[in-house]
T-cell receptor, first 112, second 114 residues
């Protein structure tokens, strides 16, 4: 079955630096890759997603890249701010099961 | 405001006492799902529903029941809760297929079974 790995599990960066979180997936049929941000005491919130026909997508300080051949995708956050501190989850679709599988999460801390 | 509403936010119960966690969405979404979140295990799907009267098991359905009698509501039922069901639960909805659109999550229900 589909397996999604995510690295690193924890990440600390100085305010203003960039942060990169990487995920790999195993099912070559996966075609939808969302990213979620979960702040303390809240539910995950969709922040960006990418489909398999696109290699890169950007939304202000957040960008996601996808390498279908290598089966990996990454989240890039530039000019990090303290409010970016949260747990980030990647996910990959399983088309035959109408669902996505989530990675284990990355706890990002932005140090002022 | 578009949202998924879960109740209660916190619940402490005793082993074997039936309980229901409610979930309601106001976005006319077809797809709804329940997840549990445990340290080190991430988000695991319990049940999902593609539409009214259509439900299916996720990855960890044992000990849980769901129903989808109306499009907006998707309650999670624990007929006989056990301590291993102590967890943080999230309801989510999506405007289309669960594998092709982003989810809107509720704020979570923290359940403790003693």
């Amino acid at each position: 079955g589909e397996n999604v790995e995510q690295h690193p599990s924890t990440l600390s960066v100085q305010e203003g630096d960039s942060a990169v979180i990487k995920c790999t997936y195993s099912d070559s049929a996966s075609n939808y890759f969302p990213w979620y941000k979960q702040e303390l005491g809240k539910g995950p919130q969709l922040i960006i997603d990418i489909r398999s026909n696109v290699g890169e997508k950007k939304d202000q300080r957040i960008a996601v890249t996808l390498n279908k051949t290598a089966k990996h995708f990454s989240l890039h956050i530039t000019e990090t701010q303290p409010e970016d501190s949260a747990v980030y989850f990647c996910a990959a679709s399983i088309p035959s099961y109408d669902k996505v599988i989530f990675g284990p999460g990355t706890s990002l801390s932005v140090i002022p | 405001e578009a949202q998924v509403t879960q109740n209660p936010r916190y619940l402490i119960t005793v082993t074997g006492k039936k309980l229901t966690v409610t979930c309601s969405q106001n976005m006319n979404h077809e797809y709804m799902s329940w997840y549990r979140q445990d340290p080190g295990l991430g988000l695991r799907q319990i049940y999902y529903s593609m539409n009214v009267e259509v439900t299916d098991k996720g990855d960890v359905p044992e000990g849980y029941k769901v129903s989808r009698k109306e499009k907006r509501n998707f309650p999670l039922i624990l007929e006989s809760p056990s301590p291993n069901q102590t967890s943080l639960y999230f309801c989510a909805s999506s405007r289309g297929r669960g594998d092709n659109y982003g989810y809107t999550f509720g704020s979570g229900t923290r359940l403790t079974v003693v």
